[in-house]
């Protein structure tokens, strides 16, 4: 990009458009989920940097049922793996970095010669995992976006997943780029999400009479 | 604690404990979850900016199925919340400087007079949000730790919690105090824990034929 345009078109800065209520690490308010990215490649081991902090997440009886598939830019499986996308999402992540694909295992390890029994928690840790793995990425200068919007039934045989594993979401990570790439109706929609109130979300000893 | 103290037993300091395999924020090393805590009090203020962190996760369509119902140290309800977890996790957090229940919403919000349709993700949303919490409490010097072992009916009777709405974790908050204070049996477990190799969680275009 050269100045010019940057001066009519600026990268989003969503730490800028944010305004926390109260004091927290700037992380937070950075990370957010473009969907302009420069379809630039990303370097495997900072890929790895964004699984790692993923790994070092809490989880119930630190079992980590988190399971990552991830593909880079380039990869043989990168266009069938846009597939695997709604087509709203394979628009725009077609020039992410890498696409991740994170699993969480609906069994806990067996234990004392039983069989394996369901997790309670398998979905809330893996949401865990994918936290910090979004707040690495912020932190080297990637962001990384999560999607619901994904063919489960197909991402489940292409990736051959396990019966007994939840596909929870796909993750496109890249280099946020100016919005100007993006068809219009999206370019107005780049901006950083807004939150609600505290007042809206924390209660003090117990859940207000009305809870809308 | 005074000095000849300290030096017969040291603060766990889990960023000096672990090692990561890939560069990664110290701050998710730091973070752990500990069963020591001094029994200190928490300015309100301190715990909003935890609950700040935790507000600004994502989520899908950005609809923050999370919501958090506090108690700090010293409040009317203390003593009932300690009893709302398990024996075992009362032990210990009942030196915590602060409990917050963390419930997420089962329903999406009703869009174009639609009745609400039930969320795929509130519970992996609203691991994101604990995950934000626990990093800004590690940021600011204390510790959370998520505990599952906490009576749900109890908790849903207690606080209030609307029908529609999961009970996912208990969460003690405090500062770190030394293992000395805590049973024998418990003090010998008051590590940083471990977690399973990168290669074991991460695969690269599909799941390896045999998943443990």
Not at 55 to 72: E, G
Not at 121 to 133: E, N, P, T
Not at 134 to 142: K, P
Not at 156 to 165: C, D, G, I, S, T
Request: proline share 7%; glycine share 4%; hydrophobic share 50%.
């Amino acid at each position: 990009m050269n100045a010019p345009e940057r001066i009519h078109s600026p990268m989003v800065d969503a730490a800028q458009l944010r305004r926390a209520d109260h004091l927290i690490e700037p992380l937070f308010l950075q990370r957010w989920s473009p969907r302009a990215f420069d379809a630039s490649n990303l370097a495997p081991e900072n890929l790895m940097r964004m699984l790692e902090a993923a790994r070092w997440a809490a989880s119930a009886y630190n079992v980590q049922p988190w399971r990552f598939v991830y593909a880079l830019r380039g990869d043989a499986v990168w266009s069938r793996w846009l597939g695997l996308l709604d087509p709203f999402n394979a628009a725009w992540a077609s020039k992410a970095s890498a696409l991740v694909f994170l699993c969480s295992d609906r069994l806990m390890p067996a234990r004392d010669g039983h069989a394996r029994q369901p997790s309670r928690s398998h979905r809330f840790d893996a949401g865990a995992a994918w936290a910090q793995l979004s707040l690495q990425a912020a932190a080297m200068g990637y962001q990384a976006h999560a999607m619901g919007g994904i063919d489960v039934d197909a991402v489940r045989e292409v990736l051959a997943v396990p019966e007994h594993f939840e596909v929870e979401v796909g993750i496109a990570i890249g280099r946020q780029a100016s919005p100007t790439q993006l068809a219009p109706a999206l370019r107005e929609r780049e901006l950083p999400s807004e939150r609600l109130p505290l007042a809206q979300l924390a209660f003090e000893a117990r859940f207000p009479r009305v809870v809308t």
